[in-house]
Structures are given as C-alpha cells and as structure tokens.
C-alpha cells in the first residue's frame, strides 16, 4: 500500500509538471527534499537526545513507573496486549501527554521511543503488532488542548481573537480519537478472529 | 482556556527542573544517567534519515507539481453532493494536504487565513482543521520505518479514517459553533 502510494505521487507529479512545461519543478523540488529530510534528521538528533537522557533519568528514579502505574486500568483497556509492566507504556504515555499539550517536538522523540520497546514485544518483526496500531491510532488523531502553531499564525493574520478555535479544535480532536478508539478495537477483533 | 495555555508554557521547564532533582534524591547519579539515555537520540536519528528523505521527496514533487489543486477539483463536487457550502471546498487542498505534510499544510492554512480572514467561516474552519488532524501517512511510515515494519496491516486505513472523521467533525463543529 505505502509502496504504491509513494510511486503514484512520485509518477502523477513528474506527469502533471511534464503537462505544464515546467518539469524544472521536479528537479528543483527533489534536491529541496533530500536536503529538508536531512535538516529535519539533525534537529530531531538533538531533540531526541535531551528527552531521552531526560527520560532515562525519570526511569531511573522510578518515575516512568509511577506514572504508568497511574495510567493502568486506562492503558490496559486500550492496550490489552501489552504486560502490565511493559517498558513501552512510559514512552507511551509521555508521549501522548506532550501531544495533548501541544509540544510537538518533545511528542517525537518519545513516540520513537515508545516503538522501540514495543518492536521488542512484537512477535512478528517485520509486521505491526496491534499495540503498535493502537498507539498511532491514538498518536495522529490525539485531543490537542493547545494548538500553539495555528494560535500564531492568527495572531500575525490580526485576529479578532485568536484562541477562539481552542473550542472547536478540542471538539474535532475529541471525535477523531473517539472514533479511532473505537474503530481500532473493531479491526483488532476483526483481524484476531 | 488561559490556564490550559499556561500548563503548555510552564510543562517543560517544570519537567527540566523535577524530574533530574527527583532522580538525585533517588540517588541516581543524573548526569552520567542524562548522558546514557541521550546516546540513543543520534542512532534513532540516523535510523529514520532514509525514511524521511524517501517520504519527502515524493510528497514534495506531488505539492509542488500542483497536483494537490486539480486533486481538489476533481473532488469539489463530492462536496457539493452532500449539500456543503461551494465555499467550504476551499478546505480541500489543506484536507488532502494535511496526512501528508506538517510544514506543507501549515503553509496551505496560513494561505487561507490570510486570503479568507482570519475570523471568516474558512478561516476558521482551517485553523481547526490544522489543530485537529496529524500527518497521520508521513508520521505511519516514519516510526514504522524506523524500527524496520514493513507491512503495516490495517495501521494506515485507521488513521486516515479517523483523519477523515476529524475533517467531518470540524466542518459540523465551526458551522455550529460560529
């Protein structure tokens, strides 16, 4: 599927700029991307160094523990397959908690994280495992509380009042992850039958 | 609402301040401990670098060689069949745009609300289309790809449907709401 999707792109942007006499477009766009994928990479570096040193030191002292413990009876609901004690569910959590906030950049590093440990817990390597569904289902449709980055853009745009979209933004973002809830545990029925 | 917004503010100073004088108490030794855990941070850096140039490079082609406009085009009448304001197909671009690219979407919600008005019906709805929805496609292929998944199973059906979901939920939220 991603492979198909990825060559039909690639194929109908390189036609569509043919179309138009402006093939330049795809040389220009192709080297602008490989060199972003490389910009993107070496932030993410650094990103990921500070939360995961930050995150090793909050293992250490217990605290991924503890939170996961306070997390429990939710994380065992929405993740039946995972050990209650599971390394995953700190990175998890920590995750989900900086996607509710906002804070997109340390959301990263720690979904990253969260897949690591739960590729150690998937049986079939090169297949993705129910947990893992489940917590990107929850990662990309996440209530958001504070949509800082749009809250900028309309406040440059000189609205009346910028943050009046916090409302409307939790509502949408409320139903998204409603329905991935819901059905995400319909395909794992689904597909354990 | 400004509560919430100062809980953002004041969540990673507090975490950089709590978590490292915690893990002292604890008596763990916390700047050697820092230093372990960031080693990671360069490998899973390096892991995803193919991942993301592979992802970006098409996606950017496609953007760029205007394929996105004509997409919408084809697309406007669907909107139009289920009796949606002709206006609301201007959210299209910004509603295929937004699975696959962060910086992509931004760019095409910054360029309706500056077009629309920040406090018009488009401008609205696009600034709770961009707060609502990930890069759900870009995201999928970069963590799976980062730990070596290759057949995703029904991962990228799930979260383009709860994409689509979010969209029909933001158009009924701002048409009620404002």
Known sequence: MVNLIWLIMLVIGILISAINGQIEIVTVSAMKAAELGVEVAIELIGVMSLWLGLMRLAEEAGIVKGIARLFGPVVRLLFPTLKPDSPALGAIIMNLSANILGLGNAATPFGLKAMQELQKENPTPDTASPAMITFLALNTSCITLIPATIIGVRLKANSANPTEIIGTTIVATGCAMTSAIIVDYLFRRRATK | ?178
Do not use: C
């Open chain 2, 1 to 178: 609402m400004k509560a919430i917004a100062e809980i953002s503010r004041w969540a990673i100073p507090l975490l950089l301040l709590f978590i490292p004088v915690i893990a002292f108490l604890r008596k763990v030794p916390v700047y050697e401990s820092f230093v372990a855990g960031a080693e990671e941070g360069f490998n899973t850096g390096v892991r995803i670098l193919p991942f993301l140039i592979g992802m970006l490079v098409s996606i950017r082609i496609f953007v760029d060689s205007g394929a996105l406009n004509i997409l919408a085009h084809w697309l406007q009448p669907i909107f139009a069949y289920f009796g949606l304001d002709s206006n609301v197909a201007a959210i299209i671009p910004l509603a295929i745009m937004r699975p696959l690219s962060g910086s992509g979407a931004l760019g095409v919600a910054t360029q309706l609300i500056h077009q629309y008005g920040p406090d018009s019906y488009i401008g609205r709805l696009a600034s709770t289309l961009q707060g609502s929805t990930d890069t759900t496609f870009f995201v999928l292929t970069i963590y799976f790809g980062s730990v070596g998944i290759r057949k995703y199973r029904y991962a990228l059906k799930l979260g383009l449907l709860a994409d689509f979901i979010g969209l029909i939920a933001s158009i009924w939220i701002v048409t009620k709401t404002f």
